[in-house]
């Protein structure tokens, strides 16, 4: 009996140490990574902004700008390591209730190292001819230091993203990386403005523009399970007559995550990272160390269970008589 209880714990023993090394190198790669059915609001505000009201025709200055910006998964076309996030921002002016912008984009990605993919319906503004490439909503799961793209919608390309020190955001040691996008031309037609507006003569004919946008965008990015905990984004977009003089601001504003998207992406971050941790530590620890006591005390049952003793059907010898 001690013999096949030993030989079970043995077996045992080596399952749960093959389990431990597959949990850590197989399993949790394949677990961690970006949601499938992520959902996920957050708001970044702008104070004493300047943007250029469509609806009225007319500049406004010293605004209060809050873009809203609404993630959510879908599970149904996630498949082969590649999530697919849809993507909603609404830029509204809050003190006038008026919308100034909405955006809409569909990034496919690979699941762990956050890489675009253009399949699955990805699109900008409907767009699903548009390349993408780099890193979009999700970025690297662990992020890194150094090799970063960040993918920008409003010029529908990748721009370097140089890591820029480290720093504590509400206790969490966090990457601080800097995007910098140069005065660039914005692909796509822009209907043309009266030329006043470009500070033009009245009355005169309405004049070809184009669309031109400067950034900034710094990102607080949590370094055990890469993501943005926090954000800034200045931006400078204006129109700027094809021929001659002149120049229309669209918006000039400088973003700030508010304090309760922060609070919610700390939490989230710390729930991933001892997510992560447990896989990656956690339970290939336990696995691991159980594996080789149990095999050990399956060693020593069968080992005792070995020992000789009296054969089988042997009659005992008789006890000594005194004489």
Partial sequence: MRRIIGA??????????AAGVLTRFYVAPTLIGAPADVYQVTRLKAENASYFDATATTPRTGATIVATNTVRGDPG??????????SATIVQDADRGTTIEIQRQRYAFDRRTGELRNCCGAAIGGDASVPQSGVGLFWPVEARKKGLELFDPATLRT?????????????????RFVERIPETRVPGATPAVPGELLGRAKGGPAVPVDR????????????????????????????????????????????????????ALRARSADGAAKIRLLETGVPLALGGAGPLLAAAGSLLTARGGRAGPRDGAAPEPALRRG
């Fill in 8 to 17: 079970s714990l043995i077996g045992l023993g080596a399952f749960l140490l």
């Fill in 77 to 86: 076309s996630t498949h082969d390591g590649v999530a697919v996030w849809d």
């Fill in 159 to 175: 721009w370097p993203v140089a890591f820029d020190g480290e720093e504590r955001v509400g206790g969490v040691l966090t990457y």
């Fill in 212 to 263: 031109y946008y400067r950034a900034e965008g710094t990102f607080w990015v949590d370094p055990r399970t890469g993501a943005p905990i926090d954000q800034r984004q200045r931006v400078l977009s204006t129109l700027r007559p094809r021929e001659g003089p002149g120049r229309l601001v669209v918006a000039d504003l400088t973003l700030r995550m508010t304090p309760e998207s922060r609070h």
